[in-house]
């Protein structure tokens, strides 16, 4: 690897704040072997500075290194990034575990109902559902469409449950807990028998839209969509009408095309609907995996090694 200017601070920019409380992130840093500082807008930067930031900023490019304090970095212009020579990683592979357990949350939600009986707590009313209306997850099909870190998350957990999970990705190398395989192009297939249906992919201008109207007809009428990857991959009206129609039996969506979900979105209306707001990997301890993997790569960056996550 060609050789770097050394690294001599490391500025986090307040837009983590968004999910992380910036306080948090900084005191997560200590001891790191060059100083930390918390910066606005108004930072210009050099090529000895590194930044951790949650969005992306022109002046960025004159830095020495960025990291994108989330896993999807799709609103970076990774090709602008390259062209100036500026290493752009960011921090997936720390998501399989806290997007696993929301995802099989979902999922025991609506299999047991847990979120029509908190919905009946609300108004004080003892509600009992219909005998055929609960079910178990155990036996069910489950399939993953994506099998990354957090696609792999949500397969292991949903093995560990007795749920029989096949997944959809571009290898073939096979997958602990999933039981079949299918490639891209037969996605339909793949979601055929499936009683719930989880995304975890990356959004590209491959996968944007790729859940539109055939998609949700190609599912069971008593099928769930999860959706815990990113919010342009599914098209929300197609999902409304699908919802409407009875095409899908519900859904649980913690990403949206636009964030936060408009109050005149009609997804908030639909009782077999779960609306989480983006926090699909919030947890008291998500700054810490974020600095583990920041603290990493300043050790690799000054050691001239190849960066962790480097996605430009």
């Given at each position: 690897?060609?050789?770097?200017?050394?690294?001599?601070?490391?500025?986090?920019?307040?837009?983590?704040?968004?999910?992380?409380?910036?306080?948090?992130?900084?005191?997560?840093?200590?001891?790191?072997?060059?100083?930390?500082?918390?910066?606005?807008?108004?930072?210009?930067?050099?090529?000895?500075?590194?930044?951790?930031?949650?969005?992306?900023?022109?002046?960025?490019?004159?830095?020495?290194?960025?990291?994108?304090?989330?896993?999807?970095?799709?609103?970076?212009?990774?090709?602008?990034?390259?062209?100036?020579?500026?290493?752009?990683?960011?921090s997936s592979g720390i998501h399989g575990a806290t997007v696993g357990e929301v995802a099989v949350g979902f999922m025991l939600s609506f299999a047991r109902l847990l979120h029509v009986y908190r919905d009946h707590?609300?108004?004080?009313?003892?509600?009992?559902?219909?005998?055929?209306?609960?079910?178990?997850?155990?036996?069910?099909?489950?399939?993953?469409?994506?099998?990354?870190?957090?696609?792999?998350?949500?397969?292991?957990?949903?093995?560990?449950?007795?749920?029989?999970?096949?997944?959809?990705?571009?290898?073939?190398?096979?997958?602990?807990?999933?039981?079949?395989?299918?490639?891209?192009?037969?996605?339909?297939?793949?979601?055929?028998?499936?009683?719930?249906?989880?995304?975890?992919?990356?959004?590209?201008?491959?996968?944007?839209?790729m859940f539109a109207e055939d998609e949700f007809a190609a599912m069971r009428e008593d099928a769930y969509l999860i959706n815990v990857a990113r919010g342009p991959i599914v098209d929300e009206s197609a999902l409304?009408?699908?919802?409407?129609?009875?095409?899908?039996?519900?859904?649980?969506?913690?990403?949206?095309?636009?964030?936060?979900?408009?109050?005149?979105?009609?997804?908030?209306?639909?009782?077999?609907?779960?609306?989480?707001?983006?926090?699909?990997?919030?947890?008291?301890?998500?700054?810490?995996?974020i600095a583990e993997l920041v603290k990493e790569n300043v050790v690799r960056y000054r050691d001239g090694d190849d960066l962790r996550n480097r996605v430009a």
């Open positions: 690897m060609a050789e770097r200017p050394p690294l001599e601070q490391l500025y986090v920019h307040e837009s983590v704040d968004s999910v992380i409380p910036k306080w948090a992130f900084v005191e997560a840093f200590d001891g790191l072997s060059i100083p930390v500082e918390l910066v606005g807008d108004d930072r210009e930067y050099e090529e000895t500075d590194g930044v951790v930031s949650y969005v992306p900023r022109p002046e960025y490019l004159n830095a020495g290194w960025v990291h994108c304090a989330r896993a999807g970095y799709d609103e970076f212009d990774t090709e602008a990034y390259a062209a100036a020579g500026v290493p752009l990683t960011n707590q609300g108004r004080r009313e003892w509600y009992t559902p219909e005998y055929e209306r609960p079910f178990t997850v155990e036996g069910e099909t489950l399939c993953v469409v994506g099998l990354g870190t957090i696609g792999e998350g949500i397969a292991r957990r949903a093995d560990a449950l007795g749920m029989d999970v096949v997944g959809v990705r571009r290898s073939d190398d096979p997958v602990p807990g999933v039981s079949d395989l299918f490639a891209p192009d037969e996605l339909h297939d793949a979601i055929a028998d499936a009683r719930f249906v989880a995304i975890a992919l990356p959004h590209t201008p491959v996968t944007d839209g409304v009408s699908a919802l409407k129609s009875g095409a899908v039996a519900g859904a649980g969506v913690d990403v949206f095309e636009t964030e936060p979900l408009p109050e005149t979105s009609p997804l908030w209306d639909f009782e077999e609907v779960i609306v989480t707001p983006h926090k699909g990997s919030a947890t008291n301890r998500y700054h810490l995996d």
